[in-house]
């Protein structure tokens, strides 16, 4: 066998001296986890940011402008409104919750079993709630940062009814979350990506479609209904509507935000379970 | 002295499952040691350096790492660790520099300290000329000196190198084995996984022989191979079919014979004896290869089988 001691040279190793290690708090961990999803997004952002503009750009022309000229013609609005002011604030929920999708599948698998960040990431102080929490931080980020973004081109259109439109950056936020802290827990669970598109197509499309997006969840039929108002999006719908026109939206907007909310809640404890399970086996 | 035993471990035990794959091992290292595990594919080397490394929970057994139980302390041990597991999990859509940047942050270092450390970390892996390309590219060799720079980015008092050169070519492996041997003089423990017995040769003071996720020997390279093998081994070849005719003759020059497929071993104290002795009593051998014994040696003596499949 060769001997490869006899290159050892005498040039510094690159290790540093010895030093206490000071002790981090959770919300420095948490920072830091975001701060690598930003690096990443540095280097992918000008793909994503042209679709962030474009995307309001053709719903607003083909939905609000487009169909919303006949709808108006032939029957006057919908639920009293413009169909435009009516279809806008909904797709804003809808986009929430399209972009809680794009972010919550390929993304977790990929950090769990292509380039194993999640386990590198684990090898450090840093908790499962710290990597799970940060990495869902900056989804939600994404998801405000393209609400503002659609807000911004839609409102010169008249799509908006009142200064309250504002709040529907975070109703679109918490829509999404409702979305993506379930679908973290379900991604963290499965061994290939074959799944997904079967989740997009059967999950993912009927809830664009019948939640009170495009028109009002009471033209379904009624067998229908109740599946709309236990899935999460159709209750973003409704608050991002109400917000938009400024209507006050009394007990029944309590309730949209308990939906949410619980959504948000189970979906965390189960996808703490999850990564657990998957990552510290 | 209790404070220079950085990791200690008695009757550790992984399971999973009905299966075991660690299966109740004592294991003792010691403050500046490179300690190591050879075992082949399997052998609950990976499992064990999980369970170390503070990011898989034992099934049984008692562990201790730099005096602190990893089911408690988990986040302070590994604070103090440096990890470079089997396969890389490196960030390959950034930057060289950026992987290391991103990964001092989780250990709480300041962005000034991340970019200072950076410079030396980088000169360390021979990688400064590539630090802002992107890791995807990179040759294997390349990632992992840079997988081994990021787990020192924290300065840790101990590494773990799980199976560090498995899949690299000759001259990358000297090229880390160089590296390793930096860090061994600057005091750094090196705890190390491994299927070459080059590489547990070259690399540890003390290692463990694992098989079926027990410990079969303990020792240094030099003591495992006085205990277990002879001082040489002669290699025999001989032409198909024939080496079954030859093994008996064999058998009565050495101490012990093992008979491969393709060759038999001869343990010997003096090859060149032997080699006189087999041609007087008319052993005709294709080849026949005189060298030293190894630990490849011992493990075929302790298990009768081969490290590498
Ligand atoms: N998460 C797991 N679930 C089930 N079996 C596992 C798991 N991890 C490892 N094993 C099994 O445990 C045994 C030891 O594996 P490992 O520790 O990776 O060995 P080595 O690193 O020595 O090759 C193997 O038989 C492997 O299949
Ligand atoms: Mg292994």
Redesign the interface.
Known sequence: ??T??A???T?????????P????TRG??V???M??HF??YR??WKGSIIGRFASPLFFLLSMGLGLGALVDARAGGVAGLPYLRFVVPGILAMQAMMLAFGDSTYAVMGYIKW???Y?????????VGEVLGGHLAVVALQIGLATAIFLLVAAPFGAFGSWWVLLAVPVAVLTGMAFAVPLFGLSARMETDSGFSILFRFVMTPLMLFSGTFFPVAQLPAWMQPLAWVTPLSHGVELSRDASEGRWPGWLGAVHLAVLAAYVGVGWVLAHRSFSRR??? | MTDDVLLHARGLTKSFGDFTAVDGIDVLVRRGEAFGFLGPNGAGKSSTMKMVGCVSPATGGELRILGMDPAVDGPAIRARLGVCPQQDMLDEDLSVEENLWVYGRFFGLSRREVRARTDKLLDFAQLTERRHDRVEPLSGGMKRRLTIARALVNNPEVLLLDEPTTGLDPQARHVLWDRLYRLKRDGVTLIITTHYMDEAEQLCDRLVVMDHGRIVAEGSPRQLIDTYSTREVVELRFAVDEQERHVEAVRGVADRVEELPDRLLVYTADGDDTLAALHDRGVRPLSALVRRSTLEDVFLHLTGRSLVD
Not at chain 1, 11 to 19: F, M, T
Not at chain 1, 21 to 24: E, I, K, L, Q, S
Not at chain 1, 119 to 126: G, R
């Open positions: 066998m060769s490869p001691t290159t050892v040279s040039a510094p190793s690159g290790r540093l001296a010895a030093g290690r000071r002790p981090t420095e961990r920072g830091a986890v701060a690598h690096f990443v280097r992918t380039n194993r960040m386990s590198a990431m684990l090898a450090t102080p840093l908790r990552l510290l086996s």
